[in-house]
């Protein structure tokens, strides 16, 4: 079954540090996301992705977030000046089309920032 | 987008059923009903989908009412590995779908 793969699994960066995170979307899907999960809490949408362009984004996805599709199979969030609160799980997610469809979910990436 | 209110926690033994409620009085005409699993450190896993009525699969079962302002995901026969969080999403049917999770019903499957 085809699934979706993220990149590093774990990464520990210095505050004030850019990280990118990588995601690979199941190949036919054409919609893409990224979430956060502090430890703890609940599941947080932050970006939806369409075309080549943001097609949501929530209050949480400031200017130092961006997400870019940089060829036919990578998705990536960049986060630029991390900050210790930015400590989570990140998890990208892609469906096939919009709306109701399923949203298929990577293994996430466990973000420190110290 | 519509809200949606569920059990904090729940417990059950294996072998049984659980029945998990969640009410979502604001649901809009275009929103569905789709229920997700998740185990510590995983992405969340789409187990069932529902508009109105009753959608049974291999997983599970989810019960809707025809007000549609609540809906019941029912896992039959749980076992230890069902303990999980499982939350119940409201979305539209069209457009960019800002996914909401809420905060989820943790539920604990005891031998």
């Known amino acids: 079954e085809p699934e979706v793969t993220q990149t590093p699994s774990h990464q520990v960066t210095q505050m004030g540090q850019e990280v990118i995170l990588r995601c690979v979307p199941i190949s036919n899907h054409l919609y893409f996301y990224w979430y956060r999960q502090i430890l703890g809490q609940k599941v947080e949408f932050l970006v939806s992705?369409?075309?080549?362009?943001?097609?949501?984004k929530s209050e949480i996805f400031d200017d130092q977030f961006s997400v870019e599709r940089p060829d036919g199979s990578n998705f990536t969030l960049k986060i630029r000046s991390t900050k210790l609160e930015d400590s989570a799980m990140y998890f990208c997610?892609?469906?096939?089309?919009?709306?109701?469809?399923?949203?298929?979910f990577g293994p996430g990436t466990r973000l420190l920032v110290l | 987008l519509a809200k949606t209110t569920q059990p904090i926690s729940m417990d059950s033994y294996e072998g049984q059923e659980v029945n998990i409620t969640c009410s979502h009085n604001n649901i809009a005409t275009n929103d569905y009903i789709t229920w997700y699993q998740q185990f510590p450190s995983q992405g969340p896993r789409f187990i069932i989908q529902g508009y109105k009525t009753k959608v049974t699969n291999e997983v599970a079962s989810l019960f809707i009412p025809a007000d549609r302002k609540s809906s019941t995901l029912s896992l039959p026969r749980v076992s230890l590995s069902d303990t999980a969080v499982y939350y119940c999403?409201?979305?539209?049917?069209?457009?960019?779908?800002?996914?909401?999770f809420g905060a989820g019903t943790r539920l604990f499957v005891k031998a």
């Open positions: 999403l409201v979305g539209d049917s069209t457009g960019g779908f800002k996914t909401i």
């Open positions: 992705f369409y075309n080549n362009e943001i097609s949501e």
């Open positions: 997610a892609s469906t096939e089309g919009q709306g109701k469809e399923t949203q298929y």
